[in-house]
């Protein structure tokens, strides 16, 4: 019998999802690092004094798996910065002045897209990565139809995260992009099956996607529990369709493309109007968040702008999340800026950043019981606590260790406080540095 | 503003914590213990008081000692020494109360490493250690640990002959021979629903064990009426809802429950039927403990797109 994987109730909190997003004045000055994706960082076109419009290219693809940037606004390009992004590296990032004047560069025209190499083409160029977080390039993903992969589209608007609505708010208020960016997919992949995912808090959002889909027979709205984590991929495809992704392999792998659906829906204005990815709907909530917002923000706006067109309270704030509270990542600084891959920022204050105490563990199966993967977290736990490190990797890999998307639940539900997650991040880089040393120790 | 602060994901937490969820434990024990005080009198509050501080002391105690971090605030040696106190027959001496809270605690918890670590449930450990070592003590107010009050333990009668039952509904209120808070059915049921509502334990490892119970002893005995003799008799039901799904000591798998469950059940109609003692309910729970670890290796959860084990 099929159930659906994914059972972890945690309070919604979705504040915005009634709320459509408002677009805040342009910033006084960007920063725009030039790592935002997963892969090589772009290579910065534009040096200090370049004059640059909206829409410009300023960074190109620094590689394969890579992804190019553009002005957020027009300005002039300030000297050369580096910013520290939460993977924890330096990286460099351009700074531009704003001039107040917006202007449009004349290289933004609609792509010329006709068949499959040019619509690839095109979204490389739109610089457009995995908007759910992940910041895959999506037009790597694609590739998957050069080798005859894909049979099945799923359209994540899922947004299991707390608070977050953005994704709420582009299938509401954008259907028609999202119509068009999955008709260029129907155009041009050979996938006959496509079909989103909604988790079924969203009643709004599910009646628009049947709404504008109605005439659609090749696609279906897939109406998911309204229990975290139904957007983690291997979890999504699952419940959408019901194949497993096997252990190190990709969802291609099992014939499918996973896209977010607001990926879909800029890449379908994309291809009216050529304007790439400059800007993000960012849901700003939190606890210390009086009046939560969606907020319509160009790449680089420093956060602290955003959260004070919001009003957040300065004085309140103790904690800063890019995302949502089960994967949202801790920002470093209020002046670090809004980023491609930026869906949400949630803002705690003091009073709620406060943790129960860390206690023994009673053994209770919570965390062995919600982990949508099947996987045994104290496992990890008590392999970490032995000696020997190759023994400990070994042992890790052995019990899928590298199967945990750390979607959090575990440390969620643990009524020990334990720091679950924390604990298998550890052990997969254990493991990844494992497998590096056996690789170089055969080559 | 305030430098900010960073953490790892993720940043809310449910807000179940182990301390509440023994809270939940002894307020789902009360009802019980409020029976068993009824039923056997005062003595019976005299019982339950003396084990409840002996173990929260012993725990301190071992843990001043140790130079330990304090732990009698998680409540879990509270649940201990009520659930002992529960297990004994309403005359045992107060000395031998304490013997068997500090053994409970400090032998088999704290050596062990404290809450979470000890291998054996504690409450039933101490109890069969108190019924191997007091069983000879002559003179005292009691035969065998298992047969209190005026009377014999219906599990002792049932097979004998011309021996008086108590009725069903005595079997089910607790009007009958046994320990201070295995005797009221009902009240132990008012507790595991309890616990099942608050989400704290599963309702199908006590299912599973008192049906298995159940029918082994319907299919032994041939008769339905003492099949029902076999499960509202003795310890079945407290061990069943507040022993055998005691965290610490069975597997941590879904399976693995079941199969606990299903073997607690097994030994328990083994003993009763084929051993020494006229009650199995406490070995049974404690050999199953032993073996948990194991049955947990075997009952892994397969993990999604992992390799079949």
Redesign the interface.
Known sequence: MFHFLGKTHIPHEKHTAGMPAVRMPSPAEVLIPLSQHIGAPATALVKAGDAVKVGQKIAEAGGFVSSPIYAPISGTVGKDESVLISAGRKVPAIRIVSDGQMAVAETVTPPDIHDFDSFRRAVQESGLVGLGGAGFPTAVKLDAEKKGLLNTVVINGAECEPYITSDTRTMIDRAEDVKAGVELLMKHLSADRYVIGIEKNKPEAIAKMQETFADNDKFSVAVLPDTYPQGGEKILIYNTTGRVVPKGKLPADVGVLVINVTSLAFLGQYAKTGMPLVEKCVTVDGPAVADPKNVIVPIGTPIIDVLNFVGVEEGKIAKILYGGPMMGVSVYSAKDPVLKTTNALTVFDRKSVKNAETVACIHCGRCVEHCPMGLTPTLFTTFMEKDNKDERAKLLDAENINLCMECGCCSFVCPSKRPLVQNNRLAKAEVREYNARQATLKG | ??K???????????T??????MLDVVISLLPACIAGCIIFGWRALLVLAVCTVSSVLAEAGFNLLAKKKQ?VG?FSAVVTGLLLGMNLPVEIAVWQCVIGSVFAIVVVKCLFG????NFANPAITGRVFMLIAFTQTAGIAFPTIVDVTASATPLELIGKENAVLPSLLDMFLGVRGGAIGETCILALLVGGIYLIARGIIKPYIPLVFIATVFLFSWMYLGSLNLALYEILAGGLVIGAFFMATD????P???VG?LVFAFGCGLVTCLIRFFGNYPEGVSFAILLMNIVSPYIEKWT????????AK
């Open positions: 503003m305030e900010l602060i960073i953490s790892s994901s993720p940043h809310v937490k449910s179940l914590t182990t301390r509440r969820i732990t998680d404290g809450l979470g670590c965290y610490v000591t069975i941590i798998t879904p429950k892994k959860v397969r993990a999604l797109g992992g390799a």
